[in-house]
C-alpha cells in the first residue's frame, strides 16, 4: 500500500514524533520503504519501528530512514503474560526500544525462540479451526503474514474465504479469547521478558496501558512498581486510546514512579484505517523532547 492512501494526516508534524508503529513484517498493511516515506511527508522528527516479535521491518527501513535523514528509532512490541500482585494473570504488550545499540545475539537467540512459539500456537489455531468446519492451512495464512504471522492475518484469511465478514467478526467467532476455537499464547511472565530486554540492551516499556483495565489506581500502580523492580523504565503515555485526560492521568503516574513517558500513535495502516501515523485518531501529539528523555534516562530507585 503506498503512503497517499493512508488515512488522512495533519500536513506539518515538524517537533512531533511517533514511537508505536507497525508494518507489513507484521500485523500493519504498509511496508517498511512506504512508512518512511509517510513520515518523511508529515516532517516527523522521528520514527520508532515496533513490530510484533520481530526486527524485519526495521531492517528494510533503516537504510531509507538514513538515505531520508529521519531519525528512526529500532524497536519492538512483545508478547507477555502479566501476573500483578491481585487478580488473575492476563496477556500484556512489551515494547522495547533499542536507543544506544542494536539488540545482543543474547536477545536475538531468546526472540528466535519466541518467534517458534508463535508457529507452534499458528499450527494449533490452524488445527481447532479445522476442527470446527473451516477449511484453512497455515502455508495460506503465512503468505499473508510472512516474516510474522498472527491472528489478524488469520482474520483476513477468514473473511476472504467468507466464513466471517470483516476482522471484527473474525476475532468475535474465531479468534478473540471469547471465542471457542482461541488458542492460548503460552507468553512468558512480564517480568522475565522486561529482564530479556534489559539483558539485550533495551529499554522497556508498558504500552498503552489503559487496555489493562485494572479496577482502580491503587493496583494499577502497585503492578507497575513491581514491573519497574524488574527493570520497567516507560510508561506510554500519549496512544491513540487515551483521552486527554488519560495522557494527564498517565502522566502523572510516569513522575511518580520516575518512569519515563513515551507515546506513539499504534498505526498499522488498515487494519485500523482511523489511526493516523503522527497524530493517531487526532489525539496523540508526541513532542520530540520525549526522545530526548529515553536517550538521557537513567535507572532510578523504585518509590517505596
Same mark, same amino acid.
Given at each position: 500500500?503506498?503512503?497517499?492512501?493512508?488515512?488522512?494526516?495533519?500536513? +506539518?508534524?515538524?517537533?512531533?514524533?511517533?514511537?508505536?508503529?507497525?508494518?507489513? @513484517?507484521?500485523?500493519?498493511?504498509?511496508?517498511?520503504?512506504?512508512?518512511?516515506?509517510?513520515?518523511?511527508?508529515?516532517?516527523? +522528527?522521528?520514527?520508532?519501528?515496533?513490530? $510484533?516479535?520481530?526486527?524485519?521491518?526495521?531492517?528494510?527501513?533503516?537504510?531509507?530512514?538514513?538515505?531520508?535523514?529521519?531519525?528512526? !528509532?529500532?524497536?519492538?512490541?512483545?508478547?507477555? #503474560?502479566?501476573?500483578?500482585?491481585?487478580?488473575? &494473570?492476563?496477556?500484556?504488550?512489551?515494547?522495547?526500544?533499542? %536507543?544506544?545499540?542494536?539488540?545482543?545475539?543474547?536477545?536475538?537467540?531468546?526472540?528466535?525462540?519466541?518467534?517458534?512459539?508463535?508457529?507452534?500456537?499458528?499450527?494449533?489455531?490452524?488445527?481447532?479451526?479445522?476442527? @470446527? *468446519?473451516?477449511?484453512?492451512?497455515?502455508?495460506?495464512?503465512? #503468505?499473508?503474514?510472512?516474516?510474522?504471522?498472527?491472528?489478524? $492475518?488469520?482474520?483476513?484469511?477468514? !473473511?476472504?474465504?467468507?466464513?466471517?465478514?470483516?476482522?471484527? =467478526?473474525?476475532?468475535? #467467532?474465531?479468534?478473540?479469547?471469547?471465542?471457542?476455537?482461541?488458542?492460548?499464547?503460552?507468553?512468558?511472565?512480564?517480568?522475565?521478558?522486561?529482564?530479556?530486554?534489559?539483558?539485550?540492551?533495551?529499554?522497556?516499556? /508498558?504500552? $498503552?496501558?489503559?487496555? %489493562?483495565?485494572? &479496577? =482502580?489506581?491503587?493496583?494499577?500502580?502497585?503492578?507497575?512498581?513491581?514491573?519497574?523492580?524488574?527493570?520497567?523504565?516507560?510508561?506510554?503515555?500519549?496512544?491513540?486510546?487515551?483521552?486527554?485526560?488519560?495522557?494527564?492521568?498517565?502522566?502523572?503516574?510516569? *513522575?511518580?514512579?520516575? %518512569? /519515563?513517558?513515551?507515546?506513539?500513535?499504534?498505526?498499522?495502516?488498515? &487494519?485500523?484505517? =482511523?489511526?493516523?501515523?503522527?497524530?493517531?485518531?487526532?489525539?496523540?501529539?508526541?513532542?520530540?523532547? /520525549?526522545?530526548?528523555?529515553?536517550?538521557?534516562?537513567?535507572?532510578? &530507585?523504585?518509590?517505596?
Amino acid at each position: 500500500m503506498s503512503a497517499s492512501s493512508e488515512p488522512a494526516s495533519p500536513s +506539518d508534524l515538524r517537533g512531533f514524533i511517533d514511537l508505536h508503529s507497525h508494518t507489513d @513484517a507484521s500485523d500493519g498493511s504498509v511496508s517498511p520503504s512506504a512508512l518512511i516515506e509517510l513520515a518523511v511527508a508529515l516532517r516527523l +522528527d522521528a520514527l520508532a519501528i515496533t513490530d $510484533h516479535d520481530t526486527f524485519a521491518g526495521y531492517a528494510v527501513a533503516a537504510p531509507v530512514a538514513r538515505a531520508s535523514g529521519l531519525d528512526l !528509532v529500532c524497536g519492538i512490541e512483545l508478547n507477555t #503474560r502479566l501476573r500483578p500482585p491481585e487478580g488473575h &494473570p492476563r496477556s500484556m504488550h512489551l515494547l522495547a526500544y533499542f %536507543l544506544a545499540a542494536p539488540p545482543t545475539e543474547g536477545f536475538a537467540t531468546w526472540l528466535g525462540k519466541l518467534q517458534q512459539e508463535r508457529r507452534d500456537r499458528n499450527q494449533k489455531f490452524v488445527k481447532t479451526l479445522r476442527a @470446527a *468446519g473451516v477449511e484453512i492451512t497455515l502455508e495460506e495464512v503465512e #503468505r499473508i503474514g510472512r516474516s510474522i504471522t498472527g491472528r489478524p $492475518h488469520f482474520a483476513r484469511e477468514l !473473511v476472504r474465504k467468507g466464513y466471517a465478514t470483516d476482522y471484527r =467478526d473474525a476475532f468475535r #467467532r474465531f479468534l478473540g479469547e471469547d471465542a471457542p476455537t482461541y488458542v492460548e499464547f503460552e507468553s512468558q511472565d512480564t517480568e522475565a521478558v522486561i529482564a530479556e530486554v534489559v539483558a539485550g540492551g533495551g529499554m522497556a516499556v /508498558v504500552p $498503552h496501558p489503559v487496555r %489493562l483495565m485494572f &479496577p =482502580d489506581q491503587a493496583s494499577e500502580r502497585r503492578a507497575l512498581e513491581r514491573l519497574q523492580r524488574a527493570g520497567l523504565a516507560g510508561l506510554e503515555v500519549y496512544h491513540s486510546d487515551h483521552s486527554a485526560e488519560r495522557q494527564a492521568y498517565y502522566l502523572e503516574m510516569a *513522575g511518580a514512579l520516575n %518512569l /519515563v513517558p513515551t507515546g506513539g500513535s499504534d498505526f498499522h495502516g488498515a &487494519p485500523k484505517p =482511523d489511526v493516523a501515523l503522527g497524530s493517531g485518531r487526532n489525539n496523540v501529539r508526541v513532542p520530540a523532547e /520525549v526522545l530526548a528523555a529515553m536517550r538521557d534516562y537513567r535507572p532510578a &530507585p523504585c518509590p517505596r
